[in-house]
């Protein structure tokens, strides 16, 4: 499967995974993966998703 990285929301992203997203953001802290604020970029989902795997 093929994901066209774009920038995404926080909520987008949780979405993806099918959890809330202040649970996206437990995640996110636990890895010690820090974000900047507005939209998320292309490098930093690659991030996310290579950690917690890719969404089906």
Do not use: C, H
């Amino acid at each position: 499967m093929s994901f066209i990285l774009k920038p995404k929301t926080r909520q987008e992203i949780a979405e993806e995974y099918g959890i809330s997203r202040k649970t996206l953001l437990r995640w996110l802290k636990k890895e010690d993966i820090s974000l900047e604020k507005g939209l998320v970029k292309r490098a930093d989902l690659e991030l996310i998703y290579n950690t917690f795997g890719w969404p089906s």
